[in-house]
């Protein structure tokens, strides 16, 4: 059972177990082992096709283990019960679609569904927390609108909406900041890391960028391979071994100026290092 922490949410436990997952015969992960640390922001990271948003599913029991289990508070996912489910944990998928015609705070709106029932009308908690959710994306002044004519980067805000208007202890998003433009990334992920300071919300967010995980996450998951190759605090665990090995890319990681965080710099084929003392224009190319 959950017991209550130092801001005075309960803590939440989930872990997998020896899990696989895969889709008909192919199999996507298999042996993972893995706890998400409570209360923290948790980066998943790995090159394309190395099973992070299949363990993002698997996590949120969208996905039945083909070996081991998931458990979310010492309880089986898999035999709990949906409602049960989604009034702990939310889950902001890749790419979800919405009905045709519906609006925007309509959207929004039924990320409240866990917390309806037979009796329970909408009620003026459920209004607030729609509320709370336009405003915190900044998405409040597209409420009346339809989704399907809204542009890419404001309908990933409007998703991350309804995920936040459930109102769950546990948060699990998969590459929310496809589409939005560096501006909105940065809002976004600043909005998670607020969120997450403030109420202790465990997050649990799939990343593409790997400079945006370490600024922002305080545990790192890299795949490969279907497999859990590192984990641990950013600090710790990305190094330019560990990037090369996960992403096969040669580089430098250096202190992020700004975070102090690790920021990876790539090398590539078509520049060479600036040579000591050498600024501006006259930096080295491996052209010249």
Known sequence: MSAPNGNGRRRHELRAEDLALGYGSHEVLAEVDLEIPDGRVTAVIGANACGK???????????????GAVYLDGKRIHRMKTLDVAAELGLLPQSPNAPDGITVSDLVGRG????????????????AAVAAALEATGTAELAGRRVQELSGGQRQRVWVAMALAQETDLLLLDEPTTFLDINHQIELLDLLSD??????????????????ACRYADHIVAMKDGRIFVEGPPREVVDAASVSAVFGVDCEVIPDPVSGAPLVVPRSRHHAPVEEGVTGSRAVSSRG
């Open 53 to 67: 948003s299949t363990l993002l599913r698997g996590l949120a029991r969208l996905l039945r283990p083909r070996a």
């Open 112 to 127: 409240r569904y866990p917390h309806q029932g037979w009796l329970r009308q909408w009620s003026a908690g459920d209004e």
């Open 195 to 212: 969120l997450n300071r403030r109420s202790g919300k465990t997050i649990v967010i799939v990343l593409h960028d790997l400079n945006m």
